[in-house]
Every structure is written in C-alpha cells, then in structure tokens.
C-alpha cells in the first residue's frame, strides 16, 4: 500500500470541513425558515387576537409555540394565550369524558363530569376579559351545555315514565329511576326547592300505591318486609321516609290487632317474630311493637296462671308457642321441674312417650330418689322404674317380668322392706296356683332392678319387713299355710303354720261344734284380707288425717291412683283430686 501524501491529506481536510460547513449553512437555513413560518404563524394568532376570535388565536398560537423555534411577542400576551391552552386542555377532557359516560349510561361518573364542568363554568362565565370570552367560545363549540341538557331531559322523562309503567304493571323488581332523579341536578326542576317539593310528591305517590297494591295480594310478612326495604333505600340515599314507615305502621297495627282480637296466637306469633326483623327502620316508641310487647307479656303472665293452677300442658304449649319472640327455654325447664314434681309420672311418659303403661305409680323421697315413678309395659312383659335423683340427674331401668302381664297389677307394699326403701310387688294370674307374684327392690346406686322372689301361691300376705305368709305355694309350701323368709336370693321356707283342708268350703262352715277353725298357730287364714266391697274409707284434701276430710269412696279396687306420697295415695275423686290412706286394706 502506498503511502498518502500530505497533499492529498489536505484535500480530505478541506472537503470535510466544507461538508460541514454545507450542513450548517443547510440547517441555519431551515430555521432561518421555521422561524419565519412561526413568526408568521404568531403574527395571524396576534390578528385573531384582535378581532376577538380567540379560539383561532389561541389554535394558531399554539401550533406557532409548538415548534419551538425562537421567542416572539411581549410576555403578557404570551400569557394570555398559555392560559387559554390550558382552559381548551380542561374543557376537552370534560368533553371526552361525559361524551364516554352518556354513550356507557354511568349516572354517577355524568353527574361527577358536570359538577366539574359547572365549577369551571362558575369560575369564568361571568367574567368579561379573555379568558371567560374563551371559555364561552370553546363551551359553545363543544356544545358541552346541550350534550349535558339532551341527557338530563331525556333521563328526566324516562324515569318519570318508569315510575309511572311499575304502578301500573305493578311490577317493582327495577327501580333505578329514584336514583336517576336524585342526580338529575337542581335547575331542571326550577332550583332546589322545586326539586324537593317534586320528588316528595311523586316518591310518597309512588310508595302508598305500591304499598296498597301489595296489601291486596300479598302476605303480611311479604308487605312488610318489602316496605321495610324500600325505607331502607330512602334512608341510603339521603331521603327522609317517615312518611313511608307512618303508612307502614299504621297497616300493621290494624292487622296485628285483628289477630289478637280474633284470638289466633299462632297468627299474632308469626306476624310478630316477622314484624321485629324490621326494627332497624321503625322508631323507638313504634306503637306496633309497642302493641307486640304488651299482649306478650299477657300471654306469657297466662301461663303463669296455668302452672299456678296445676294446668302444665296448657302453661308448656302456651311458652312453646311464644317461643319465637322470646326465648322460653328457662321457663320450660323450670315448668318441667315442677311438674314433675306434682306428677312424677312424667318421668315416664317423657322418656318413653310412644309406650302404654298401666298400674302407674308414683311418689317422693323413696330408695334415695327424689321423684319416682314406675309402670307395667304390657308390649314386652317389662316394668319401667324412672327416678329423680337428688343432685337432679335422672335414672331409668327396666326389669323384665315372669307373669301374665294380661291381668298384671303392681303396688308398694311398705312393710316388706323398710318405708324408705320398700319392695314393689306384681301380682297377675298364676299357671299353677290362683295368683304368681314377683317382687323389685330398686337399687339406685347400683342402677338396677334387684328381683327378690317370683312365686305362684292362691295367696300372699306380708307380716313384716322379713317375712311373708303364703297359702299353696307352688314347691315347699304346698297344701299348707307357712311363713316364709326375704332372703337376697328369693324367700327362704322358715315353717309350716297350718294344712291346707281339701275342701275350703268345710272349714269355712265349721267343725261339728259349729265353731269355725284356725290355723294350728291361732291366726286367721288367709291374712292378706280384702275388705267387702260396701267398704267406704276417708277422703282428705292431703296427704295427711290433719287435712280437711272431703269425703268417702268405696274402697272396690276401682280408684285411680295418680300419686303416692308418704303412704298416701292421691287419687280422682268426684272430677277432684284426693287424698286416701295406703294401707293394707286399700285395694
């Protein structure tokens, strides 16, 4: 390669240097030539300027600042005309925006869009310099005031005829136009109050058709229930419904008084419990639940009544029915208590409640329970004992039976055993013999039924808390009368009284002196003796010969013993309840 020369180096000096020259010649000459366009271009705004067509001015000033090129005019033209740009940018993004939320239907983003639009209205329309001579010309040629008036006539009319096409087709699921109306701003109603003084009117019309309506073919709880809704809408929206709730209180104070005088506690309680979900829109002295609480109270001091007079069926149906509209569980439970205590037979019945059991007995204070009760189950050949233990908590057991439940009856016999602790006895027709009888001790603290003996004999009688005479007894014991022995593993044979005659009938009419005969050891046979049935004992109004004696009844095995207490049996007595002493000749 050969070398360059330092002459050819000076040409490529010289050509670049003229190229650059050539540039910048280029580049002066077109901002020789911008300058003079933009000069040109403030010199027309300068002229629209001055024949007041402002947005031209501000228009073509605008393009001649947009280039940037140098400065022109004084300075407080120049800030005129920024001022005027930045209106134009602030109108023009008002325009775009309430132009996108009519053509979307957004109420709230055109109520919001014409708010601003009216605080940059407010703040130039009365003003007679350029600026509010601009805003006028920009707001005209936008036509910001008639897109915002089109709208809101036309909103005007649409929900005022929606309003009107619901009460006709009495067809509420869409309301929207209450919230329309509330937007539409004051002057296309003539001003604040004008506006006021219209929605009031055609809201409270609005509201007492479609309540009436709603009466006529909906239920109580239907029709308040959607009232009650529509105040809620009032009040969220800022709007004053006393009016509304006065109409609402006055329709449900006549219905709720009808069912009370119409007696229909199942009615009242429903229309009630439905009226008390709606206390959020009502006043603190609505004269409606004021009503509620009054016959309330009257219904629950009703069953206090009943439960003073012994009628626990009426007292707990009246506190389950009232239970919706007050919670009724501690009076239930306190009813409870006390009924069972005056029918400890409730003890069964109420664990039991689908079973039939006959010669049901009942009383206090026995084998360390409280209450007791106990009852024949014909259906499965059982006696049921329940018991009410001291520290509240309830035992149930059950024994089976070996004797014909058909002809069962069950006692307590007192004396066998001890008061407190006596032994139940069941008698029934016997296979062998005239009777078979089986007897229970109730074990409460081993929670069980202890069977001491089950026997057939023509007859038992009960000496004292250990032994019992029994007459033919099926095995030892036959054919004689002879004392017997409760032991814990059945009746123990201690000896043999008297023999038995074959012919009943001989002893009974005598021995050839004519002198009836006894028992080898002097006691009469047969001790366990029923008295005739003419037999009369006492009555008295209590378990005790203190009380009032009320009268007599036969004492034939027909009495229907309700409860027995301290060796007393109460009983029905003349549609009454009495008093009669349990003792061995009480059948």
């Known amino acids: 390669m050969l070398p360059i020369s330092p002459y050819h180096r000076s040409l490529w000096v010289r050509n670049i240097f003229l190229g650059l020259f050539a540039l910048g010649l280029i580049a002066v000459l077109f901002k020789l030539g911008f300058g003079y366009k933009q000069i040109t271009l403030y010199k027309q705004a300068k002229a629209f300027y001055e024949q ?7 228009e ?17 033209w120049n800030s005129i005309m920024f001022l005027l740009t930045s209106i134009r940018a602030e109108l023009e993004g008002l325009h775009l925006h309430s132009r996108s939320a009519i053509s979307e239907k957004k109420v709230a983003e055109i109520g919001v869009v014409y708010e601003q639009y009216q605080a940059v209205k407010q703040k130039y329309q009365n003003q007679k310099d350029v600026p509010g001579m601009f805003f006028q010309q920009l707001s005209a040629h936008l036509g910001m005031d008639k897109s915002f008036s089109d709208y809101y006539l036309n909103a005007l009319q649409t929900a005022k005829a929606q309003a009107q096409s619901n009460l006709e087709k009495e067809n509420y699921q869409d309301e929207s136009f209450i919230e329309t109306l509330l937007v539409i701003p004051d002057e296309y109603y003539g001003g604040k109050k004008k506006k006021q003084a219209e929605l009031t009117a055609l809201f409270q019309d609005y509201e007492k058709t479609k309540l009436r309506a709603l009466i006529a073919s909906a239920p109580f709880e239907e029709v308040i229930t959607k009232t009650a809704t529509s105040i809620r809408h009032y009040e969220k929206l800022g709007i004053e419904a006393d009016w509304l709730v006065g109409q609402l209180e006055k329709y449900a104070l006549a219905e709720i008084k009808e069912v009370i005088r119409s007696k229909d506690l199942s009615a009242f309680v429903d229309m009630a419990a439905a009226y008390r979900k709606i206390e959020d829109v009502l006043s603190t002295d609505s004269p409606v639940l004021d009503s509620i609480t009054r016959y309330l109270e009257g219904k629950l001091k009703q069953a206090e009544q009943y439960i003073k007079s012994f009628e626990f069926t009426k007292a707990r149906e009246l506190y389950e029915q009232l239970n919706p509209l007050q919670d009724t569980a501690t009076l239930l439970s306190d009813l409870e208590k006390l009924w069972l205590e005056y029918d400890p037979a409730r003890l069964l019945q109420l664990r039991y409640p689908d079973r039939t059991f006959t010669d049901m007995l009942s009383g206090t204070d026995r084998w360390g329970a409280k209450l007791y009760a106990f009852g024949l189950s014909k259906a499965d050949q059982r006696l049921y004992f329940a018991a009410k233990m001291p520290n509240d908590s309830l035992l149930y057991l059950d024994q089976s039976l070996d004797v014909d439940m058909k002809s069962a009856k069950a006692k307590i016999d007192d004396t066998l055993g001890s008061k407190e602790k006596p032994v139940i006895i069941v008698s029934a027709s016997g296979k062998e013999r005239a009777n078979a009888y089986a007897a229970l001790s109730p074990n409460l603290t081993k929670e069980s039924l202890d069977k001491r003996f089950s026997v057939e004999a023509d007859e038992i009688s009960v000496e004292d808390s250990e032994h019992v005479i029994m007459k033919n007894a099926v095995g030892k014991g036959e054919k004689e009368i002879a004392l017997f022995k409760l032991e814990d593993n059945g009746l123990d044979y201690i000896e043999k009284l008297a023999d038995l005659e074959e012919n009943p009938e001989e002893t009974n ?21 029923t008295p005739p049935a003419t037999q009369k004992i006492d009555v008295f109004a209590g378990p005790g010969d203190e009380y009032e004696k009320i009268g007599q009844v036969v004492a034939d095995g027909s009495l229907q013993v309700i409860a027995d207490l301290n060796g007393w049996y109460q009983i029905v007595f003349n549609g009454k309840e009495g008093w009669v002493r349990a003792t061995e000749s009480t059948p």
Do not use: C, I, W
Request: proline share 2%; hydrophobic share 25%.
């Open 60 to 76: 073509t000033f605008s393009r001649a600042h947009d280039m940037a090129v140098l400065s022109y005019g004084d300075d407080e």
């Open 52 to 58: 007041k067509n402002l947005l031209q001015a501000e």
């Open 509 to 529: 009419e005598g021995n050839e002196s004519g002198e009836a005969t006894s028992p080898a050891d002097g006691s009469t046979e047969g001790t366990d003796q």
